[in-house]
């Protein structure tokens, strides 16, 4: 009697991971971008299920693959930040500010170590959210995880450093974010943003004869830089505050000298 085998399972690296779930994403915001579904009832319709569905699992995989290789005291700070997110967020969200504020802690993340860090803890944040409090936040996972790349990668080449530089790595967050953004909201939500400010501009870009999704992301240009100029502003503040042995315990913030370098505070934590 012959013994039956089994295949032994896939198992895709760190970085294959990533790259799938890039891939996975990219082809969901290009495929609602290629069909522009036009129902204003998109929630529970097929570009819900389709947008939920790849920004979902594009972001768990970016997720999985970044997790993999971060360093102990990379994770130790996903659980402070996911809640400075999850907090500050829902108060700004109920007092019906004009912007979100939902990231800070990812900023801080992405700062301090990275690219990949600051993106799973922006899709983390988002799918906590979803699964805890608003389950319309699961489809912005992906906004999430684009932000805290995008300041890992602007950490990196400095733009942490001083002030303005920090304004000008927000605004171009923001615009970024905002893009991103649109395709959720104009064929997911029907255009309806969860704060009723942004949701009153939108109504009002559409009354003027702007598509669903022009009227997104007129929308999305004008508030996520605003909100991420002032999320990194208040990240940056939080940063400098810290004292320098601190952040240079971080081995991306040491080795790309985020914030200047500090040649003291790196020869007493390598020591």
């Given at each position: 009697m012959t013994a039956l085998r089994f295949a032994p399972p896939i198992r895709l690296s760190p970085g294959a991971r990533t790259a799938l779930g890039t891939a996975v994403v990219v082809l969901t915001y290009a495929s609602l971008i290629a069909t522009r579904p036009t129902s204003p009832h998109g929630v529970g319709g097929?570009?819900?299920l389709l947008?939920?569905?790849g920004y979902l699992a594009g972001s768990l995989l970016i997720v999985s693959g970044a997790m993999a290789r971060l360093s102990t005291s990379t994770v130790t700070l996903f659980p402070v930040a996911i809640t400075l997110n999850i907090v500050i967020g829902q108060v700004v969200r109920i007092s019906g500010l004009p912007v979100h504020l939902d990231s800070i802690g990812?900023?801080?993340v992405g700062a301090l170590a990275g690219p990949a860090a600051g993106a799973a803890c922006g899709a983390l944040s988002s799918i906590t959210v979803g699964m805890t409090i608003n389950p319309g936040s699961l489809p912005?996972?992906?906004?999430?995880?684009?932000?805290?790349?995008?300041?890992?990668l602007f950490a990196r080449f400095g733009l942490f450093r001083r002030a303005p530089a920090v304004v000008v790595a927000g605004a171009l967050i923001g615009v970024v974010a905002g893009m991103v953004s649109a395709p959720t909201t104009a064929f997911v939500f029907g255009n309806a943003s969860g704060q009723l400010g942004q949701s009153v501009v939108i109504g009002t870009l559409q009354a003027y004869g702007n598509s669903m999704l022009e009227a997104a992301t007129i929308n999305g240009l004008i508030a996520d830089p605003l909100d991420k100029v002032v999320v990194c502003l208040l990240a940056y503040a939080v940063l400098s505050a810290l004292p320098a042995r601190l952040r240079q315990r971080f081995p991306f913030a040491r080795e790309h000298g985020v914030f200047g370098r500090d040649r003291r505070a790196a020869a007493e934590v390598g020591a």
């Open positions: 097929s570009a819900a947008a939920l569905v990812t900023v801080l912005y996972a992906v906004t999430a995880a684009s932000v805290g790349a995008l300041v890992g």
